[in-house]
Nanobody, 127 residues
Framework: QVQLVESGGGLVQAGGSLRVSCADS????????MAWFRQAPGKEREFVAA????????YYADSVKDRFTISRDRTKNAVYLQMNSLKFEDTAVYYC????????????????????WGQGTQVTVSS
């Protein structure tokens, strides 16, 4: 059973833009947070951005703030990550994640609390 499916990854030149999407067919009625993480080869998976499902409040890693924008469409049960001014160091597999129960904002930046994960989509930025 696949509950989160990412799409939209690809190859882009540095300075360019790309939008990745995540379709959620899981327990959307209980979703508190949706988030994006990424993992580059040989590195740990790191937090990118998160959005509170009900209010739309957003949080970003310092490395992507002012360049990336997370958004959601509650009608479509989808979350998006618009990536602008892409850098070579943004190259990674991007994963979406869902927290299905209450999670305080101070815990959203770590992987453990999230209940569901997608398979990831590759984003490659050439320099």
């Amino acid at each position: 059973q696949v509950q989160l499916v990412e799409s939209g990854g690809g190859l882009v030149q540095a300075g360019g833009s790309l939008r990745v999407s995540c379709a959620d067919s899981g327990r959307t009625f209980s979703t508190y947070w949706m988030a994006w993480f990424r993992q580059a080869p040989g590195k740990e998976r790191e937090f990118v951005a998160a959005i509170r499902w009900s209010s739309g409040s957003t949080y970003y890693a310092d490395s992507v703030k002012d360049r990336f924008t997370i958004s959601r469409d509650r009608t479509k049960n989808a979350v998006y990550l618009q990536m602008n001014s892409l850098k070579f160091e943004d190259t990674a597999v991007y994963y979406c994640a869902a927290a299905r129960s209450y999670l305080p904002p101070q815990s959203i930046r770590i992987m453990a609390p999230y209940d569901d994960w997608g398979q990831g989509t590759q984003v490659t930025v050439s320099s």
